[in-house]
C-alpha cells in the first residue's frame, strides 16, 4: 500500500510538473506584437537615460574635485546601475502607455543638468584637460543600449508584469524582443574587421572553428540545460534543440569561409543573393510551409531544428548586410561633415525602407523573425538605422557646441574612471555601459543562464 501511495504521489507530481511547463509555454507564446512608434519611443527614452548619467557623472567630477581623491568602484557601480535600470524598470513595467510624457520629462531633466553643468566654475585643482580630437561613438553607444534592452526583456518576459506586446511573436509581426537577435547581429557586423576596413586573415575551416568553440560548448550547455531545469522552450522558435548560440557559431563560421572567396565591398551583393534565393525558397518551393507545420514526436536531428538551421541563411545575409552599412559609415569619419553625410544615408534608408514594407502590407504581415526571410532583413536594417541616427544627433550636437567653445568635452569622456583632482589616467573603466560595450557575449550569456 505505501509503495502505491508512494508511485501515485510521484505520478501526480510529474502530472503538475508537465501542467506547469505547458502553461509557462502558453504564457510566453500567440504573443500580439508592438507597432514601430511603441519601438521608436521606448528606445529614445532609452537613449536619454545615459544622456542623464553622463550629465550627472560629470557634475560629481567637476563639484566634488577637490574634496575626492578617487571615486570607489562598488559605490559608483551600484548608483550608475540604478541611475540607468530604474528608468529602463519602470518604462516597460508602469509608464508604456504615456512614453511621450515620459520622454518630454526626461528629456527637460537632461536640459536643466546641462545648464548646471555649463554653469559650473572650474577650479584650479581640477585640471580642465581640453579636448584635443573627437570621435564620434554613435555605433557603440546604440549597440550597448540595444543589449542593455535586450537583456532585461529576456530576464522580464518570464513575469507578468511585463506587458505581453513586448515579447517575441509566433510567426509574423515583431514585438521589441523579436528585434535583439538581428539587431545583435547587424550591429557586430558593423564593428566588424571588414567593416573596419582591416585585412582579412585566411584561416583554415578547423582553425575558424577552434576559434569559435566556444559557442557550440554554451550552446549544447544552453540546450541541456533546459531538458534538465524543465524550462520551459517554444519550439517554433528555433526548433527542439537549436539556440541562437548555435547561430551565431554557423554565422561566424560561414561569414570567413565566404570572405575567403569574395572581396568585402561585394557585402551587399553577398546579402541580397543570399536573402533572395532564401526568400524564393520560402515563397515559391514551399519552405514557408514546410518550417511552419506542426513537429511530430518522432522527427530526426535536423528536422526536429528546422527552424533554427534554416534561419541561418537569413542571418549571415544579415551579417553581410552590416558589414555593407559598417564600411559606409566608418568612411564618413568624425568631422561635422562626415557626421551629417552618415546622417543623411541613415535617414534615406530608414525612409525607402519603411516606405517598402507599407508598399507589400505594412511590416506585421511581412517580417518574420521565425524564418529571419527578406522582410525581417528589412526591418532590421531601418530599426537599427533609427537607433544610430538618435545616437547620432547626439554626437553631431556635441561636436556643435564644442566647435562653439561650450566646455562640454568631459561628457564625452569617460571621467569617473580616470578622474582625479591631478588627472590621473586608469587602466580600466569600470562604468557599466563600457563594462557591457567590451563584454556583450559575456552579458547575452549571464542573461540567458539566469532565466533558466
Known amino acids: 500500500l505505501e509503495q502505491i501511495i508512494a508511485h501515485l504521489i510521484f505520478q501526480y507530481s510529474k502530472i503538475l510538473e508537465k501542467m506547469n511547463k505547458l502553461q509557462k509555454e502558453e504564457f510566453v507564446s500567440n504573443l500580439p506584437g508592438i507597432s514601430n512608434t511603441v519601438i521608436y519611443l521606448v528606445y529614445t527614452v532609452q537613449f536619454c537615460i545615459p544622456v542623464v548619467r553622463c550629465f550627472l557623472a560629470n557634475y560629481v567630477v567637476i563639484h566634488f574635485s577637490e574634496r575626492l581623491t578617487s571615486f570607489p568602484v562598488i559605490p559608483r557601480l551600484v548608483t550608475e546601475s540604478f541611475i540607468i535600470f530604474i528608468p529602463m524598470i519602470l518604462t516597460y513595467i508602469c509608464f508604456y502607455n504615456c512614453l511621450v510624457i515620459e520622454l518630454i520629462i526626461i528629456a527637460f531633466v537632461c536640459f536643466i543638468l546641462l545648464r548646471i553643468l555649463l554653469n559650473l566654475k572650474y577650479s584650479d585643482t581640477f585640471h580642465y584637460k581640453a579636448y584635443s580630437g573627437f570621435k564620434a561613438s554613435y555605433i557603440n553607444r546604440s549597440r550597448c543600449s540595444l543589449n542593455i534592452i535586450t537583456g532585461f ?38 564593428v566588424s574587421p571588414q567593416a573596419l576596413n582591416l585585412s582579412h586573415v585566411s584561416m583554415s575551416i578547423s582553425q575558424k572553428m577552434k576559434r569559435h568553440i566556444f559557442l557550440i560548448g554554451i550552446g549544447f550547455l544552453r540546450c541541456f540545460s533546459v531538458v534538465l531545469l524543465g524550462y520551459q522552450q517554444h519550439i517554433s522558435e528555433y526548433g527542439a534543440h537549436w539556440n541562437f548560440f548555435l547561430t551565431l557559431f554557423v554565422v561566424n563560421l560561414v561569414v570567413p569561409l565566404l570572405y575567403d572567396v569574395f572581396p568585402t565591398w561585394s557585402s551587399g551583393i553577398i546579402s541580397l543573393v543570399l536573402i533572395s534565393i532564401y526568400q524564393l525558397y520560402l515563397t515559391a518551393f514551399g519552405g514557408n510551409q514546410y518550417l511552419i507545420q506542426d513537429h511530430a514526436a518522432e522527427e530526426n536531428i535536423l528536422k526536429a531544428n528546422r527552424e533554427g538551421i534554416a534561419s541561418c541563411v537569413g542571418y549571415i545575409a544579415i551579417h553581410f548586410s552590416g558589414v555593407a552599412a559598417g564600411r559606409w559609415l566608418h568612411s564618413f569619419g568624425s568631422t561635422m561633415k562626415g557626421l551629417v553625410k552618415a546622417f543623411s544615408f541613415l535617414i534615406t534608408i530608414f525612409l525607402v525602407i519603411i516606405n517598402i514594407l507599407n508598399l507589400v502590407g505594412g511590416s506585421e504581415n511581412v517580417v518574420s523573425r521565425r524564418f529571419a526571410n527578406f522582410g525581417y532583413l528589412l526591418y532590421i536594417i531601418h530599426i537599427v538605422s533609427y537607433f544610430l541616427m538618435v545616437e547620432l544627433l547626439w554626437d553631431i550636437t556635441c561636436l556643435f557646441l564644442i566647435q562653439r567653445g561650450v566646455p562640454l568635452q568631459l561628457i564625452l569622456d569617460c571621467d569617473l574612471c580616470r578622474s582625479t583632482p591631478l588627472h590621473k589616467p586608469v587602466r580600466n573603466c569600470f562604468c557599466v555601459y563600457r563594462l557591457i560595450a567590451t563584454h556583450q557575449l559575456e552579458y547575452f550569456l549571464i542573461a540567458n543562464v539566469l532565466t533558466v
Open 153 to 190: 526583456l529576456i530576464l522580464a518576459i518570464d513575469f507578468h508584469a511585463l506587458p505581453r506586446f513586448f515579447g517575441k511573436v509566433e510567426n509574423y509581426g515583431h514585438g521589441l524582443m523579436d528585434t535583439g537577435t538581428g539587431c545583435y547581429i547587424f550591429y557586430n557586423a558593423l
